[in-house]
């Protein structure tokens, strides 16, 4: 059964950091790309990041291309999200997301909020 766990969110101050934190089990985590998508109320899921199953590709939405990294660890089965320099409007539930072929799972989700 697979299992995707996201941790790190919470309230940030505008200028402000976080790492988001997303552990899988139930797959071998090295053979397949990850994303991040962000869901903001009353808005469409959307794409953030994502990358290769050995991290040698990564690939952002334009508006966080310069301010989000993300970043794995096979050996822990861990994707993370570092984001910096926060703003509002980057609020919203982010999710951790295994792509499998044309289907995928999908974490439950971590909320993200900004403001002072």
């Known amino acids: 059964q697979v299992q995707i766990v996201e941790s790190g969110g919470g309230l940030v101050q505008p200028g402000g950091s976080l790492r988001l934190s997303c552990v899988v089990s139930?797959?071998?985590?090295?053979?397949?790309?990850m994303r991040w998508y962000r869901q903001a109320p009353g808005k469409e899921r959307e794409m953030v990041a994502e990358?290769?199953?050995?991290?040698?590709?990564?690939t952002y939405d334009g508006s966080v291309k310069g301010r989000f990294t993300i970043s794995r660890d096979n050996a822990k089965n861990s994707v993370f999200l570092q984001m910096t320099r926060l703003r509002p409007e980057v609020a919203a539930v982010y999710f951790c997301?295994?792509?499998?072929?044309?289907?995928?799972?999908w974490g439950r989700g971590n909320q993200v909020t900004v403001s002072s």
């Open positions: 990358i290769t199953s050995v991290g040698d590709g990564k």
């Open positions: 139930g797959l071998i985590f090295n053979k397949y790309a």
């Open positions: 997301y295994a792509i499998i072929g044309v289907d995928g799972y």
